[in-house]
Nanobody, 129 residues
Framework: QAQLTQSGGQSVQAGGSLTLSCAGPGRTFGSYNVAWFRQAPGKERTFVAAISWNREDTNYADFAQGRFTVSGDKRDNAAPIYLRMNNLKIQDTAVYYC????????????????????WGQGTQVTVSS
């Protein structure tokens, strides 16, 4: 299993923006779909967004649609993946995780935790009023 490296979490006020990053361990990172999940205290880990291995297709949870953007470099699939979060709300407070899909070159962008087996260390995002 690959170890992904995250950065970018911090505390912001409601309405603000943050960008999280997720880097893979090497060139093989570019052959896997990457997803973002989040976990609030006492709650299950939930899907936020995903991007395909070729960095061309994306999928979002309903709450993320229109506010969050997942992106990568189409010219270099192994480059870091970013999650840009705009108009943050208090309920967006959580630990955010990036994850790499179990299978490579997948066309389906799964929203399910069990389809990912390599995870970042998590990064805290705190949104205050």
């Amino acid at each position: 299993q690959a170890q992904l490296t995250q950065s970018g979490g911090q505390s912001v006020q409601a309405g603000g923006s943050l960008t999280l990053s997720c880097a893979g361990p090497g060139r093989t990172f570019g052959s896997y779909n990457v997803a973002w999940f989040r976990q609030a205290p006492g709650k299950e880990r939930t899907f936020v967004a995903a991007i395909s291995w070729n960095r061309e297709d994306t999928n979002y949870a309903d709450f993320a649609q229109g506010r969050f953007t997942v992106s990568g470099d189409k010219r270099d699939n192994a480059a870091p993946i970013y999650l840009r979060m705009n108009n943050l709300k208090i309920q967006d407070t959580a630990v955010y995780y990036c994850a790499q899909s179990k299978l490579f070159l997948q066309t389906r962008l799964s929203p399910f935790v069990q389809d990912y087996d390599s995870w970042g260390q998590g990064t805290q995002v705190t949104v205050s009023s």
